[in-house]
């Protein structure tokens, strides 16, 4: 069964800060692995796709990358603005399945 | 494009009651997902459509779930008799055949007292 582990759960960092968020997969077979931004009581808010080990994809402060076991979602500088629930997610090839497995995410909180 | 629309955003049932909640998709995506979303956790999968047939449900959709997308446009995702615990956040979102990205909506909120 596909699986994604989110790290941390929570992270709290200063204006300008930088750092990464940590997903951590196991799929019989990757179609693609998914980051979303979800604000509170709104739906989750497409970010990236990535596709195959070693591919890099980047947005404003954002950057996203992959490797055979996990993804990083690297935040340089950020903002207030930043500051939401970040998702990852897997989509397998096993059984011909288009659902999106998610892990908890992580809460990113950036002080002013 | 305006995106995924869902409605009502909010729902307050009481136990036992039916509810339906309705999704309308990006224009001209002809697959569409259902999601479940509580608290502190990330959507589950419950069902997807692929013009109006329905191809994968999950053994989360119970016998009380039902879904449907007659002439492959809207969706509605109705619950029979419901439970505090169906107490969530339906989310709805919707792609293209050959891309793989999922759009979501702003998600239905039920509460079951």
């Known amino acids: 069964e596909d699986q994604v582990t989110q790290s941390p759960e929570a992270l709290r960092l200063q204006e300008g800060e930088s750092s990464s968020l940590n997903c951590s997969y196991t799929?019989?077979?990757?179609?693609?692995l998914f980051w979303y931004r979800q604000d509170p009581g709104k739906g989750p808010e497409f970010l990236f796709t990535l596709y195959s080990a070693g591919e890099e994809k980047e947005k404003e402060r954002l950057k996203a990358t992959l490797t055979k076991k996990e993804s990083f979602l690297h935040i340089t500088a950020p903002k207030p603005e930043d500051s939401a629930t970040y998702l990852c997610a897997v989509q397998g090839i096993q059984g011909g399945s288009e659902k999106l497995v998610f892990g908890k995410g992580t809460k990113l909180t950036v002080n002013p | 494009d305006t995106g995924v629309s869902q409605n009502p955003r909010h729902k307050i049932t009481k136990r036992g009651q039916n509810v339906t909640f309705r999704c309308d998709p990006i224009s001209e995506h002809n697959r569409l997902y259902w999601y479940r979303q509580t608290l502190g956790q990330g959507p589950e999968f419950l069902t997807y459509f692929q013009n109006e047939a329905q191809l994968e449900k999950s053994r989360l959709l119970s016998d009380r779930f039902s879904a449907e997308r007659p002439k492959g446009s809207f969706s509605t995702l109705e619950i029979q008799r419901t439970e505090q615990g169906d107490s969530a956040m339906y989310l709805c979102a919707s792609s293209l055949a050959d891309l793989y990205e999922q759009y979501f909506g702003p998600g239905t909120r039920l509460t079951v007292t």
């Open positions: 799929v019989s077979g990757l179609r693609g």
